[in-house]
Nanobody, 123 residues
């Protein structure tokens, strides 16, 4: 089972940027589809972005398309989420996840999850 640790969250003003990182250990990182999800208070966990094993294909939720970019470095066992033009509605706990199905827009497709990192966007 792969272990995942997110970092990079914080407080930012609307219009600002943050880059989240997710470091993996204990598995063969290059075999996993990697996804980012988020969960706001009182809401269900929702899909943000996913990237295929090689990094050659990505998928985004409509709400973040054009603002967020997912990428991965298989040599460093790390997946990233670059978030630009942040909005208050992006405020949530962000989770990275590892799975084997692409595209992976559903929570059930992922078998390993990080502990989450808080992103707060002020207006």
């Amino acid at each position: 089972q792969v272990q995942l640790v997110e970092s990079g969250g914080g407080l930012v003003q609307a219009g600002g940027s943050l880059r989240l990182s997710c470091a993996a250990s204990g598995g063969v990182f290059s075999r996993y589809v990697m996804g980012w999800f988020r969960q706001a208070p009182g809401k269900e966990r929702e899909f943000v972005a996913a990237i295929i094993w090689s990094g050659g294909s990505t998928d985004y939720a409509d709400s973040v398309k054009g603002r967020f970019t997912i990428s991965r470095d298989n040599a460093k066992n790390t997946v990233y989420l670059q978030m630009n033009t942040l909005k208050p509605e992006d405020t949530a706990v962000y989770y990275c996840a590892a799975g084997t199905t692409y595209p992976g827009r559903w929570v059930a497709y992922y078998h390993s999850w990080g502990q989450g990192t808080q992103v707060t966007v002020s207006s």
